[in-house]
């Protein structure tokens, strides 16, 4: 046996040909594996991962006659969280070339073996994997339990010491600042991994995402435009490029750069459905349905797919007059909601939206006014976000004009444009998604305008020595509108001009009750949820807090001194700067 746990081990193995799967789970058995799963195709391992959890993934990477890859499942389940920190991952392959290297190590890949390979190599891959899982136990166990404070401290600490899987650490560490909210720390540990391995993609992508962070969306352009030019092949970066063009309007621009991505990686279940979502609000229904019905393809059945990929290939359908398909979409939907009784309102709204669609479709559009007119009455409901009023104004404008009441209609789409209209890109996809009828601009732009006149005269009053007045007017428009961006500058001004707003602490604190309550986003603004899908980031598995916001803030204390591992010090976020700016020097 390799080590004295390995007959506690539960493996799987996933291979196409019936032969060498029974060879390679005979092998992981003459190592002392205890319990070997097998499975011939990616979806049905995509499937089993989801489902249980395994020390051990022995997989092919080359599946004859499909276009996914090992490659590819082991990205996709990296990327979404679905795959433990402590479960090995090997991958089998018919040849190893500078490319797959790249890739396996680029998706901290465990190990790689070629065909044909000895059971003797098969057990020293394992053992040195285990070695390694084990050497970085305590960052692991920390992360795996959402200590991600202790995780900081540990992974640098390992860092500055040059101790063995140091660059991981670096990389690990660069992450968790960015996930507790300090992005120019995480940006100067970036830079330096970058200075030390210029070839790595990674290191410039999570650089531009440290920028992105820091709202510098010029510098984060410029980084993932050198990140392309040195691999066009990169499909984070592809991916990347495509968040910042959607930020700054660029949709078009967009949809190339999420196409060019979801065609690098065939086998990308989210990046498939990314593209269909963004043709689709670009009125490009073809492209759309392309992407989407392949979405559909890979398989309705995994986590990874979002029930929004049915909701809008019914819309597709009934663009085309196709009776026939929305029925179907709409059976699948139901189906899809009742083999997930927990999917909460999001999904049971979906629902209700593709039902009012079928009624739609029928011989007497009238009889979709009432479901209609009950969506909109949900526009300033907690949970009603950004998609779901892109989907309800979709709804409306396909109602014939001579059956759609104008005053509703308009009533609605002012309530959504003052939610939500928190950026131009915001309000540009609201607009698409009224299919850009004369009416939806003129009363999208006018509420744009009234959004801009109201933060004019806030820091008109705030420069003229009267923040409070500011501070109270942006709250009460915040109140009455559940605008994000005006509660936002009300908790703002609140907290810059403290001394001179009178009650400051209690009305900041109402603007951020607000924001917890009722500024959740629906994902993407033009496109799929993505389940916190970063980029070229190493994916972090670790637990979620159960108070977020206070894990936030208690990690924004928390520096990585030169402190035992076991031990988490606390130090201001310069300190931290320094730290990882000395360890890297």
Not at 126 to 132: H, K
Not at 308 to 322: E, I, P
Request: proline share 4%; with cysteine.
């Amino acid at each position: 046996m390799i080590d004295r746990e390995i007959h506690l081990a539960r493996a799987l193995i996933v291979e196409s040909n019936a032969l060498l799967r029974s060879v390679g789970a005979a092998q992981l058995r003459d190592t002392g594996v205890g319990h070997v799963t097998q499975a011939s195709r990616v979806k049905d391992a995509r499937l089993i991962l989801e489902r249980e959890r395994f020390d051990i993934v022995l997989c092919n990477r080359e599946f004859e006659g499909s276009d996914v890859s090992g490659q590819d499942l082991l990205d996709e389940l990296r990327r979404e969280k679905l795959l433990p920190h402590g479960t090995v991952f090997l991958m089998v392959t018919a040849q190893a070339s500078y490319i797959q290297v790249m890739e396996a190590a680029e998706s901290a890949l465990d190990g790689i073996l070629v065909r044909p390979y000895t059971a003797a190599a098969l057990a020293a891959r394992l053992l040195e994997a285990r070695n390694r899982k084990r050497e970085l136990g305590d960052v692991l166990r920390a992360l795996d339990a959402g200590e991600n404070d202790a995780a900081l401290v540990r992974a640098v600490k390992r860092f500055q010491d040059k101790a063995p899987y140091w660059v991981y650490c670096g990389r690990l560490a660069a992450e968790l600042l960015l996930t507790m909210e300090r992005p120019a720390d995480a940006c100067t540990l970036f830079q330096r991994l970058a200075l030390q391995f210029p070839e790595a993609t990674w290191a410039r992508l999570g650089l531009a995402r440290a920028q992105l962070a820091m709202g510098d969306n010029g510098s984060a352009r410029k980084t993932v435009t050198a990140a392309l030019a040195q691999d066009a092949g990169s499909a984070d970066a592809h991916d990347l490029m495509g968040r910042l063009l959607v930020e700054q309007c660029d949709f078009d621009g967009a949809l190339v750069e999420f196409r060019t991505a979801a065609e690098l990686t065939p086998g990308c279940l989210l990046r498939a459905q990314q593209a269909g979502a963004l043709a689709y609000y670009q009125g490009q229904g073809d492209e759309a349905l392309k992407w989407l019905e392949r979405t559909l393809g890979m398989g309705v059945q995994s986590k990874l797919f979002d029930a929004l990929t049915l909701l809008l290939l019914a819309v597709l359908r009934f663009d085309r007059g196709d009776a026939a398909g929305v029925t179907a979409l709409r059976e699948q939907l139901r189906r899809y909601g009742e083999r997930r009784p927990d999917g909460g309102p999001r999904l049971r709204r979906l629902e209700q939206i593709a039902d009012t669609l079928g009624r739609l479709m029928g011989k007497q559009p009238e009889a979709a006014l009432p479901p209609l007119r009950e969506l909109a009455a949900q526009v300033k409901q907690d949970d009603f976000d950004l998609e779901t009023a892109k989907l309800v104004l979709g709804l409306w404008a396909r109602v014939p004009v001579p059956v759609r009441p104008a005053a509703d209609h308009e009533a609605l789409l002012e309530a959504a444009a003052m939610r939500f209209c928190v950026s131009k890109a915001a309000g540009e996809v609201l607009l698409a998604s009224a299919q850009r009828t004369e009416v939806a601009t003129t009363v999208i732009r006018r509420c744009q305008a009234r959004l801009l006149a109201a933060t004019e005269e806030a820091m008109e009053d705030t420069m003229q020595g009267e923040p409070a007045a500011a501070v109270r007017m942006l709250l009460a428009q915040g109140e009455q509108t559940l605008n994000a961006k005006l509660l936002e500058m009300a908790g703002l001004l609140a907290r810059r001009h403290a001394e001179a707003v009178p009650d400051a602490a209690a009305l900041g604190e109402r603007a951020a009750a607000l924001l917890r309550r009722c500024a959740r986003s629906g994902g993407h603004i033009a496109g799929i949820q993505r389940s916190g899908r970063s980029p070229g980031g190493l994916q972090l598995r670790s637990a979620v807090p159960a108070d977020t916001a206070a894990a936030t803030a208690a990690a924004a204390e928390t520096a990585p001194l030169r402190t035992a591992p076991a031990e988490v010090a606390t130090a201001t976020p310069q300190a931290t700067a320094e730290a990882t700016a000395g360890a890297t020097a």
